[in-house]
């Protein structure tokens, strides 16, 4: 065999095919359903994915118009344990239903623009459910089909080790299928429904706003229409990207589920940032065509944005899903700290680029890679303005100390209360910080806005500066003798030196002089 022979030629002649029928053991079923997702929360995006492409589906043959957007409905009942979750795309026929239902890894949508293509996404109640019930109507046909798995059942044969059957003998004993006439209703929809839904961790399966929160940032929803910067990014990817946007309703919501981008942010707690500005990208593929779309919204960068905003990281969509998490993109951070700073979202154009079984990321080519590292520029740019910005936050941050040390002194020196050898000390003290002021103030770094508000301070205190007398004194003091004086001044300077709070000791000072 020679260095760069493939190792199947070289064996062609010595190996043989197996003959013997591999054995697909009862176990892949949980592989592929509750063993998949690390986030439960999973199990919404893909069924509101798999309505999306339905939904896609039946504007395609007209069923729905192009101005109608497609509907989901989700209804989850904490109290009996339920979740339904409904779509006006195609359904699916009477004659297809079973089979297509139990299929593992059989996806028609294979080679398609279609989001969900490896066929195991409905499996993922399986595992967070008592019962999984799936229920369908197809344009055109009276009959409802409806197919329920026992999830109780199913369990109960995964721990038997005496169950010796395959997973098609496990399918055939968990499921059982249903049709029933129906005159009246949608004319097709797909509904599924989770029963008996399983406790885990904070319950957020039956929580109504952690469902909310997590679809706004993953499903295809629009713009929440009174985001500025909402209609200017949808009219750019719209020629590029299959946006697909559907209508979300949680049940007594009016108004539809809207992505959680607003005017104005908690950047971190009691403090709000605003955006300023929309950047879009374009990143090009190994073959010069589009890989993909992007836009980065810019702000105060005024920290890590507060994880309620739903906002923070760059991220990254395939058919406008969200895939994988915020963090997706940290390694491509000068300190991956800065991405949870930065707001923004790329989408994926290049049929290459795919997001794997879990889509918790996308498989690993030299595509993606190409993608990652035009990427990377885009990121460290971002990292230079959170750097730029957390640097002209700690100047500014350093005249605010010097100019309450500053305030403090001249407060001291004209309540007159301390000896004269202590006022020329504080006085010369006072002279040096508002020097270190100015040069705080004269940074490159700082805004214009940021220079004016430092500038109307100085002049502030320059002319407070430029009015103190040492040789002033509390009236209090002049109609003591020499000694009393001395007293006096030298405990109003004890009292200064060993108190932590000044503010707390100027007030106590004050007082005293006031009894005097």
């Known amino acids: 065999m020679t260095a760069n022979q493939p190792v199947l030629i070289s064996i062609k002649s010595n190996w043989e095919s197996i003959v013997e029928p591999p054995v697909i053991g009862k176990d892949v079923l949980e592989l592929l359903s509750s063993s998949m997702y690390v986030n439960p929360l999973s199990i919404f995006r893909e069924y509101v994915q798999n309505a999306a492409d339905a939904i896609e589906e039946a504007t395609a043959l007209g069923l729905l118009s192009r101005r109608d957007a497609g509907r989901v409905d989700i209804r989850i009942d904490p109290d009996k344990r339920t979740v339904r979750i409904r779509d006006n795309g195609t359904g699916i026929s009477k004659s297809a239903f079973t089979k297509t239902l139990v299929a593992l890894g059989a996806s028609r949508k294979r080679g398609t623009k279609a989001r969900g293509f490896r066929g195991v996404g409905r499996l993922a ?236 990321h996308f498989e690993q080519n030299v595509h993606f890679g190409n993608l990652v590292s035009q990427l990377r520029p885009i990121a460290e740019n971002v990292s230079r303005r959170c750097r730029q910005s957390s640097i002209r936050r700690n100047v500014s941050r350093q005249f605010d100390i010097l100019a309450q040390q500053v305030a403090h002194n001249l407060s001291v020196i004209s309540q007159a209360a301390i000896g004269t050898v202590e006022r020329g000390r504080l006085q010369r003290e006072t002279v040096r910080d508002f020097k270190r002021m100015e040069k705080v103030a004269s940074h490159s770094i700082l805004t214009n806005d940021e220079t004016a508000r430092m500038g109307r301070t100085l002049n502030r205190y320059r002319r407070r500066l430029s009015r103190v007398d040492e040789r002033r004194e509390h009236r209090a003091l002049t109609s003591m003798d020499r000694r009393d004086k001395r007293i006096v001044t030298r405990v109003c300077s004890i009292i200064y030196e060993c108190s932590l709070n000044k503010a707390a000791a100027k007030l106590l000072i004050d007082r005293i002089l006031g009894r005097l």
């Open 125 to 360: 109640g399986l595992g967070y459910s008592q019962e999984l019930i799936f229920r369908s109507r197809f344009d055109g046909e009276p009959e409802t089909s409806e197919m329920r798995w026992d999830c109780r059942r199913l369990k109960a044969i995964l721990r038997d080790s005496t169950f010796d059957g395959n997973v098609e003998d496990l399918i055939r004993d968990v499921v059982r299928v249903h049709r029933r006439v129906e005159q009246e209703g949608q004319r097709h929809f797909f509904e599924v429904e989770m029963s008996g839904v399983v406790r885990h961790g904070d319950d957020r399966l039956v929580t109504v706003g952690a469902v909310r929160d997590y679809l706004s940032q993953v499903a295809p929803v629009p713009f929440a229409p009174s985001f500025r910067f909402g209609k200017k990014i949808e009219e750019v990817l719209r020629d590029k990207v299959n946006l697909g946007s559907i209508h979300i309703h949680f049940k007594n919501d009016d108004e539809p589920l809207f992505r959680p981008h607003r005017d104005k942010f908690q950047a971190r707690k009691s403090v709000e940032d605003h955006f300023r500005d929309v950047h879009l990208y374009e990143i090009q593929g190994n073959d010069g065509e589009l890989a993909a779309v992007g836009w980065v919204l810019d702000h105060g960068y005024l920290g890590a944005i507060d994880a309620a905003a739903a906002i923070k990281g760059l991220r990254l969509r395939s058919g406008n899903m969200q895939v994988g998490e915020s963090t997706l993109l940290d390694e491509l951070f000068v300190e991956p700290r800065f991405n949870s700073w930065s707001v923004g979202e790329f989408h994926v154009l290049d049929d290459r680029i795919l997001p794997n079984g879990r889509r918790d």
